[in-house]
């Protein structure tokens, strides 16, 4: 049964789900173009938006849908695969959590912007059911544009499953 909901009094900051994570790309992690498999930074964006969405819902989450994932570059072995995720949005029991890729070469400090996503995770009680979530409280003006943006998502992606 969905708990009674809580209002924007039990709302949480943007920065309080936001999370990081970083890691050393090594040769088993690369295809044959020496870069990583596409599949390998999947696994790292779901990982963190997991762990974005429980902090700001303080509950177990499951991953409902991807709508957006772009790869924009490749990350060589070698280099540092950088992430960076938070909860844009949250509705009645579900978040839409924002994850960045980078790639960071070690050796000269260049940075470049290798991948985005939206994941929609949904929270749920120890019944595995649907779970109310708190509101977002979107603080930078990033944040706050992206919590606008998170509306028109929203029902795109409502509209998609009609």
């Known amino acids: 049964m969905i708990e009674k909901e809580s209002g924007l009094s039990n709302a949480h900051p943007t920065q ?11 040769p088993p992690d690369t ?4 870069t990583i498999f596409g599949g390998k930074v999947m696994a790292y964006v779901d990982k963190i938006a997991c762990i974005s969405a429980m902090r700001h819902c303080r509950k177990p989450v499951v991953t409902a ?6 790869f924009l570059a490749p990350i060589k072995t070698g ?11 949250a509705h009645r029991t579900s978040m839409e959590v924002f994850v960045k890729v980078e790639r960071e070469n070690l050796l000269t400090g260049e940075k470049q912007l290798t991948a ?12 595995g059911k649907p779970t109310i979530v708190p509101q977002v409280i979107p603080e930078t003006e990033e944040e706050k544009q992206q ?9 795109e992606r409502k509209n998609k499953r009609k």
């Open 16 to 26: 309080q789900s936001r999370t990081f994570l970083t890691d050393l790309v090594f």
């Open 31 to 34: 295809n044959h173009h020496n």
């Open 65 to 70: 849908s991807s709508d957006s994932f772009d």
């Open 79 to 89: 280099d540092a695969i950088n992430l960076e995720a938070y909860v844009t949005c």
């Open 116 to 127: 985005r996503a939206f994941l929609t995770m949904l929270a749920i009680d120890e019944y």
């Open 147 to 155: 919590y606008v943006q998170a509306q028109a998502r929203y029902i």
